[in-house]
T-cell receptor, first 114, second 111 residues
């Protein structure tokens, strides 16, 4: 069965510090991968998605970047965090075969920038 | 851009009551998905709908794909404490194959 791992679960970082969140998927090959952000009590905002290694699409201009160095690894990064980067970050995957619209989410990272 | 209007934003109900929430849009979708998010966790898929008029159940949950393909509703019967959380709808756009998300319905059960 497929599983998705996301870490860390919580993170407190000072303004101006770098960020690296990692997500890995097991049990499937060539998944579509996604990074979402969720502000407190709000909906989901798509940040990045990837259909393959090295292929990243950005949905909104921001202080963040994403990379996909391996087929089942997706990394969210920032060189200098802003206060506005605080939020709940979710990684998700979907299959590229069949009904690929179903997204399966990781357990999230709660990021607090102070 | 495309938007989904999800309502209500929040619901306070008594245990045992039935719950109804819906999503509407001015755009047509070819797939509707309903997710539930527990506090501090990622959303979990509850029901997927693929055809206009389709009615699908998952235990006490029932969801329907609107005939016009512009709306969907989710009903929860006989709510229990573990039903609390945020429920999200998502529609797959026929124009760009992007998943569009509703803002969520927060379900709170009064003690």
């Amino acid at each position: 069965s497929q599983t998705i791992h996301q870490w860390p679960a919580t993170l407190v970082q000072p303004v101006g510090s770098p960020l690296s969140l990692e997500c890995t998927v097991e049990g499937t090959s060539n998944p579509n991968l996604y990074w979402y952000r969720q502000a407190a009590g709000r909906g989901l905002q798509l940040l990045f998605y990837s259909v393959g290694i090295g292929q990243i699409s950005s949905e909104v201009p921001q202080n963040l970047s994403a990379s996909r160095p391996q087929d089942r690894q997706f990394i969210l990064s920032s060189k200098k965090l802003l206060l506005s980067d605080s939020g709940f970050y979710l990684c998700a995957w979907s299959s590229t075969s069949g009904r690929g619209e179903k997204l399966f989410f990781g357990s999230g990272t709660q990021l607090s920038v102070l | 851009g495309q938007q989904l209007n999800q309502s209500p934003q929040s619901m306070f109900i008594q245990e045992g009551e039935d719950v109804s929430m819906n999503c509407t849009s001015s755009s047509i979708f070819n797939t509707w998905l309903w997710y539930k998010q527990d506090p501090g966790e990622g959303p979990v898929l509850l029901i997927a709908l693929y055809k206009a008029g389709e009615l699908t159940s998952n235990g006490r949950l029932t969801a329907q794909f609107g005939i016009t393909r512009k709306d969907s509703f989710l009903n929860i019967s006989a709510s229990i404490p573990s039903d609390v959380g945020i429920y999200f709808c998502a529609g797959l756009s026929i124009s760009n194959y992007q998943l569009i998300w509703g803002a969520g319905t927060k379900l709170i059960i009064k003690p």
